[in-house]
Structures are given as C-alpha cells and as structure tokens.
C-alpha cells in the first residue's frame, strides 16, 4: 500500500457554481443545442443566439457569461441572472502506477460519482458514469453492490468529460479521443438523460466527438437497446458473461427479464453502422464462465452477429467470493474464439491500485 500510495496524488478544488444557486436557474451545460435555441426564443432572442451561446459552453477555459464576448453586456447580465454553467466539484483525483487516473467528483446532492481516465501513447480515453451505483445487482460488480442511488443528469454525464478535457487542455496534454459509457450505472436505465448527452457530445458545436469514438456498454435492458439504436450512431458494447441462462442467472439478475435468446435477438436487430461491429464484453471468472465448453457455445451464439469479443479478466476484490482465472485458462478460451475467426481481445485492467479498475468503481455518497 505504501507504495502505491507514493503515487497517489489527492486535490481539492472548489466549485464555481454553489449547488443553492444552481436551484432556481437554468443550468445551460446539459442542454442540447435545440433546447437552447428554445430556450433562447422564449426570451424573446433570435435563434442564432442559442447557437452562440451552445458553442461558447464548450470552448477551453469557459466558465461564465462574462466571457462570452459577442453578446452584448446586457444580455450577458440577463442570462447571468436566469441560468448557470454548472462544473463538477472535484473531491479527489488518483493517479496509478500505470498512469490512469480516477477522479471523484462531489454533486450538489452530496452524492459521489468516479470517471477514470486511461491515457495510451495515441489515444486518451476516458470512462464515464451514467448513475449513482446502479439497480441491475450484478454479482461480481463492486458497483452493484452500493445499490442504486440516483440517474445523472445529461450535465452531470457531460461535466465529468468536460472538466477532465480541460485539464488535459491546461496541462498540454492534448484531446480526449474516446468515450466509454462503463463506469458507474447502467446507462440504458438513464436513456433519456443520456441520449441527451450524446447530442451535446457529438455536436461539432459543442464537444465535437465522433460517433466512432463513443460506447455506450449495457447489461443487456432488450428494450432500451433498440431505442438507442434509434435514437444515437454511437458504439454498442454488451455485457454477456456467459454463454448459457443458468450461468447468466446466475451472475446478472437482469437476465431473468431478458436471456440470452432475446439478448442476442436484439444484437441481430441492432442497427450496426457498416464496417462497425458491436462489443461483447465477458469478464472471466474462475471455475464459472472460464471453461472451454463455455467458448465452444460462445462461438454458436454469437454466430452471425457482427462482433469483437473482449475478454476482461476478473478483478477481484475481498468483497466480492469470485476469482480470476489463471493466464493460461484465459488463453485457452481466447484460442477457440479466435480458432473461430472471431475478433478477441484480452483487455488488460488498468489502474487496479486505486480501485479505479472495471467494476471497483464503488464511492459512497457523503453522509
Ligand atoms: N452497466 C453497464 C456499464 C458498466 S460497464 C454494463 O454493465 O455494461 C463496466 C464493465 O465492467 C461491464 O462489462 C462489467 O460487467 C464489467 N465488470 C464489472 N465488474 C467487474 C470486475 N470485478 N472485473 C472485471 N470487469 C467487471
Ligand atoms: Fe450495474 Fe454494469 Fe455493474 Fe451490472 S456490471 S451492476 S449493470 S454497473
């Protein structure tokens, strides 16, 4: 521990904006740009305002209406007045040995929620929560066992990428180049206040992510997964982890509503961009989804199904009664998806030190 702890870097910062002034007023940081140019229409302001305004939110170093130099001053103390530009409260900020870095963020509410960003050579990527704990209770997820708290707002979901693109911006450290919705919560449970986050995301006005860039991870809510088809071009990543209804039962309580048949009906179904495919995530778990005859039915149901696998090795933690699979067990089951021809990856854990790896995200609410 007291190693680690060496790299371990803890900060305090304060909010610009008190969670009693963001009460009454318009937070504009989780509206999409259609609902600003509402917004600014019923105040009586031409639609191009609305415009200004939205890509003003997201440019570096934005924090109030003082900045926003072609309004006039007028209009700038009026929406002053009548609205805010919300920032999450960072409350502490962790580095790992291996360079990743989970930052946890205090809400108005007193509620904590972690993002992790994962920085790589050519890329920045950076996970994102969806919910305070999550309601689905998968058994070998830390983040299952807080319970269910509260959804994010789109703002709460936009601000954690927003504040972490800033300080990449102020330490020089370039772009965030991708977004995984796999932190805390099930984001499909959240549909509405996420696919508003989309927008705001992958607006060229607002933080210009491409749709590529961008997944959205699932347990597996069928009927939610059908309406973000509808709804968003972004990436579709599943939670599987297991190759039969007695296994799924067993791990993922979600899997009485809706098994594997309907799960992978619904994949069929997905509306997969071209050239793109969908992800199968599939933690392994020693001696309960790591034999062999678990990949030998993972190639017949996933057959047909546009898809990459991504195997996640087991993060184990004393809370949890659930162990990680040797390397070679792990290889071997790799070794029949790829005699398949399918796409496998081994997804190596990153920042395992500062629990800040899949499924330790865990942080409790404030008293
Ligand atoms: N609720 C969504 C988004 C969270 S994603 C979902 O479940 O898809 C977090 C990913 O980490 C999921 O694939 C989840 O199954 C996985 N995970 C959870 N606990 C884990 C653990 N202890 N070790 C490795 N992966 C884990
Ligand atoms: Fe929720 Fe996903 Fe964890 Fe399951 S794996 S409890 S759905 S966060």
Request: charged content about 20%; overall charge neutral; aromatic content about 6%.
């Amino acid at each position: 521990m007291s190693e680690q702890h060496q790299h371990v870097t803890k900060q305090q910062t304060t909010s610009l904006i008190s969670s009693e002034e963001v009460g009454e007023k318009v937070d504009l940081k989780g509206l999409t740009l259609d609902d600003i140019v509402h917004f600014i229409k019923a105040l009586g302001e031409k639609s191009f305002r609305g415009q200004q305004i939205f890509s003003w939110l997201y440019r570096p170093g934005i924090s109030s209406f003082a900045q926003m130099s072609n309004l006039s001053q007028e209009f700038r103390s009026k929406l002053a007045e009548i609205a805010v530009i919300s920032q999450l409260t960072l409350q502490a900020r962790e580095e790992s040995k291996d360079g990743s870095v989970k930052y946890a963020f205090v809400l108005s509410d007193g509620a904590l929620i972690e993002s992790v960003l994962i920085p790589d050579p050519d890329r920045h990527t950076l996970c994102v929560s969806s919910q305070v704990g999550c309601a689905m209770g998968c058994r070998f997820c830390l983040t299952g066992t807080i319970g269910f708290k509260r959804n994010l707002s789109a703002a709460e979901m936009v601000n954690q990428i927003h504040f972490v693109m800033e300080e990449l911006y102020r330490q020089g450290k370039g772009r965030l180049n991708n977004l995984v919705f796999m932190g805390m919560g099930e984001p499909l449970a959240n549909l509405d206040n996420l696919t508003s986050a989309l927008d705001i995301l992958l607006d060229p006005r607002g933080l210009n992510f491409s749709d590529r860039k961008v997944t959205v991870s699932t347990c597996g809510l069928v009927p939610k997964m059908a309406e973000l088809g509808r709804r968003t071009s972004v990436n579709l990543a599943i939670s599987l982890h297991a190759a039969d209804d007695e296994t799924r039962n067993r791990l993922m309580p979600v899997n009485a509503t809706y098994p594997l048949a309907e799960l992978l009906e619904a994949c069929r179904q997905y509306p997969v961009p071209k050239r793109r495919r969908i992800m199968m995530e599939y933690v392994m778990i020693k001696d309960c989804n790591d034999s062999k005859a678990a990949a030998r039915k993972l190639v017949k149901i996933l057959h047909g199904i546009p898809c990459k696998i991504n195997l996640l090795p087991f993060n184990e933690c004393s809370a949890l009664p659930y162990q990680c699979p040797s390397r070679s067990t792990i290889e071997a089951f790799q070794e029949i998806l790829l005699q398949a021809d399918y796409t496998v990856m081994i997804r190596e854990s990153r920042g395992a030190d500062i629990s800040a790896a899949c499924g330790q995200l865990a942080s409790q609410s404030t008293p």
